[in-house]
């Protein structure tokens, strides 16, 4: 379980590490924590601060939209990958540690064990996966949006 | 922080609940059990001890209630009254544990429908009514009906109004607090009632359909059955159920205009047509993977998969089936369905779905901006622009919600349940909802969980209903720096 909350987290920003990265995660709880702030002091301007500079709205709600879809993904994964047949516990860590760029997941994909059982449409789908995760998303996902085409 | 003012609002729901449990007191006669004086005793001694708070603080009454206050009442009124709640259940002896009556009567007052009788038949018919009334309680809100028949309660009443009644959009049916407060009950009331007259048609006594009505119009799930409602064996009282718990997870503004004539308001709400449009799909689904797959009948393959989804939807939680039954894909998918919560403005718990609506298209317009990066594209509902504040808040929510529902999962793990029961119950609880998965699922219950994790569902039950701040904001220092 703990295992499983740790395949979201991911390295520093500008790392090499994958996943939703810490600083996205830090800038997440750190605007949810000041909305209890704001909550008692509904008129006061409460910044978010990472190395003390405040960070703008946009920025926060692109990291948000990130965050959702990276979930949304995620669940979306899972789903996919539970109808191929893989248990519970299977579908979610294969699904996390592809997009999060990890490796070995959980139950019959985790640490000791390999991904070679898997159903050939499992594998395909994982390995989209993997990309969306490693491109952050928006590279990927964009080229299916309808606007991307329009002139 | 005037300590008064908080006392003497917190009298008069002592008072109320007092009231409310020497109601059940009417079917101990009726059926000759032998709760009626555990009810008697812990009714009247919460009605006096409510009186001498109240009275001892009267000069309070005229004074103004902060925003502050109103939070610190409304956390600390639901935890007293869960509190004395729990008194009868311990009092007869049918549930002899302080840890077990305390969280049953929680998961009452929070509409969880969390249970931890394994024996739900053999309780005496006034403690049953007595845990169904929490239900009907706890579904509007005690403050909410506090506010509706106390008149002095009109110049504070909207700071409490928004510490019991948080959601999104403050849409006020009435300028005035006290009429606004009059009218959802109204509502609730008369669903209560249709609900009822419609049960006791279907072949109930008087007794189940009121408790019935009671879980269902609250989306409580406390059933009077051991089997909940599939012990009735009966389509109709199915169906009349699953329509129910459609209206009660629906916003009741939208109730009160049709009320008015206006019934097209329903088809008019964005929120209404993602969660009815959301339903549908489920539901179809479902339907058709267990008529085909399963070779279920279809009416009955329709049936089992609307009452179940609609059920855990509307953080219902009432069982026909054993939806983990049907194939193991199910586990996960209802994980995912405990995790959606019905319309804001409704008796349902969970994150809600135009919290739901409004993060998928901000993350989709997100792709959008990205193209476009000098335009200003901004989340729509109901054809108005939400400003960007509205949607900081709902994504701290959603945040703080997933967090909560990890850190939950992850302790309930480590204090022994399996993965798949661990966040059944942390998301069954959260969203007050009831069964969960697994162990936890629809055809066990709680008993089995350790007493430590019975106080930590307990918490987070509250943390669900009233929707994470009320709670969350006593536990922060700034609450507390004057």
Redesign the interface.
Known sequence: ??F??LLFFGGCAGSTGGGIKSIRHLL??K????????????RAIIPVRINERAIS?EI???V??????Y??IF?FG??VM??L?L???T??GSVATCLGNVGPGMGTVGPISNFAHLPDAGKWFLTFLMLLGRLEL?TV??IF?P??WRK | MNIKIILHIIGFLLLLTGFFMLTGILFSIYYGSNDIPALLISGLSTIIIGLIIWRATKEARYTEIS??EGYLIVTAGWIIMSLFGAVPFMLHGAIPKFTNAFFETMSGFTTTGASILTDIESMPYGLLFWRSMTHWIGGMGIILLSIAILPILGIGGMQLYTAEVPGVTKDKLHPRVQETAKRLWGIYVILTGLEAILLLAGGMNLFDSLCHSFGTVATGGFSTKNASIAAYQSPFIEYVIIVFMILSGTNFTLHYHALHGKFNSYFKDDEFKFYFFFIVIVVVSIALYLIFSNSRAVESGFRDSAFSVISILSSTGFATVNYEAWA??F???FL?LLLFGASTGSTSGGIKMLRHMV??K???????????PQAVITVKYNDKSIP?DV???I??????Y??IF?AG??LM??LGLE??S?MGAVAACLGNIGPGLGSTGPVSNYNEVPWIGKWVLSFIMLLGRLEL?TV??IL?P??WKS
């Not at chain 1, 605007?31 to 509904?42: A, F, G, I, T, Y």
Request: charged fraction near 10%.
């Open positions: 379980m703990i499983f909350i997440l709880y605007n949810s924590v000041l909305e209890l702030k704001r909550l008692v002091h509904p709205p926060i709600n692109n948000l939209a990130f965050f959702l879809l979930i949304l669940v899972s789903v539970s109808l047949g248990d519970f516990i579908a979610f928006f996902l964009i949006s606007s991307f | 925003k502050r193991p894909f586990s996960l998918a995912l993060m998928f901000n993350s989709l317009l997100e792709l959008k901006r990205l193209i476009h960007h949607i900081s808040k994504s701290a929510f959603v945040l703080l997933l967090i990890a999962s992850a793990a480590v993965i798949k661990a701040y969350l904001i922060s700034s609450f």
